[in-house]
């Protein structure tokens, strides 16, 4: 069994950064996919940032500020996210497939808050 722990959320101005951090227990290969998604009030979950093998990807709205780094050693996943934006206000929520990928991931963490103020 994988369990996930999102950590490093809070409060930050405008402009600020944060480093979100994903704890893995249980089996975590370097073939597992990782992403960050995010919810905010009253919006649908949308794509961040996934990391599969050396390979790493972030969505266009994120992809000039937020970096997705695993650490292998630690067993985490990060999130750095930098020049935060008030829209960047959220949930933030990282999961797991393992390979074959699906169209869903096989395991979620509970998600940490952001806010950024303007």
């Known amino acids: 069994q994988v369990q996930l722990v999102e950590s490093g959320g809070g409060l930050v101005q405008a402009g600020g950064s944060l480093t979100l951090s994903c704890a893995v227990s249980?089996?975590?290969?370097?073939?597992?996919?990782v992403g960050w998604f995010r919810q905010a009030p009253g919006k649908e979950r949308e794509f961040v940032a996934v990391?599969?093998?050396?390979?790493?990807y972030c969505a266009d709205s994120v992809k000039d500020r937020f970096a997705i780094s695993r650490d292998a050693a630690k067993n985490t996943v990060n999130l750095q996210m930098n020049s935060l934006k008030p829209e960047d206000t959220a949930v933030y929520y990282c999961?797991?497939?393992?390979?074959?990928?699906?169209?869903?991931?096989?395991?979620w963490g509970q998600g940490t808050q952001v806010t950024v103020s303007s």
């Open positions: 999961a797991l497939d393992h390979p074959p990928y699906g169209y869903e991931y096989d395991y």
């Open positions: 249980g089996r975590f290969d370097s073939s597992d996919r």
């Open positions: 990391n599969s093998w050396s390979l790493t």
